[in-house]
């Protein structure tokens, strides 16, 4: 009980700006959300999403180096290119926007899971991927030994 008291009166500088940063996430993703489904264009976001992940991992294979600054370039340029190629694909042919948007989310996705597949067995790539994303900040570590973690 104490460790939930301890917890919600942010008094830890960390859980302060995992919550502001929560919080902020949360107002910004709310209100593109509103604007894309109202503008029926919800789709458009999960291709972009999806988008990112060949960016990601060819801005990891050109720097060989897991620099947030290169993966996050890395996803930007891809999921920038997947919205220009659905305008693209929608204006110069027949295909619809929904299709266009499938299209491009399946084929994006399937190239970045192509791309992961092979930095996982290049032996260049930590063993998990995915705990890189989600590692701790330095600052949080003298947390790991104590009974409040």
Known sequence: MEDLITFFSFQNPNIRFVT?????????????GCFTFLKKKALVGDAVAHAV???????FLLSGTKNPIF??????????LSLILIDVITRKSKI???TAIGLILSVFFG????LL?????????APNWIGFIFIWQSSCTHWAGSDHF
């Open 20 to 32: 502001g940063g929560s919080v902020l996430l949360a107002i910004s993703s709310a209100l593109v």
């Open 53 to 59: 992940l060949p960016g990601i991992c060819l801005a």
């Open 71 to 80: 993966l996050i370039t890395g996803a930007f340029i891809t999921g920038w």
């Open 96 to 98: 619809k926007e929904d």
């Open 111 to 114: 190239v970045g899971i192509l």
């Open 117 to 125: 597949t092979m930095i996982q067995h290049s032996g260049n790539a």
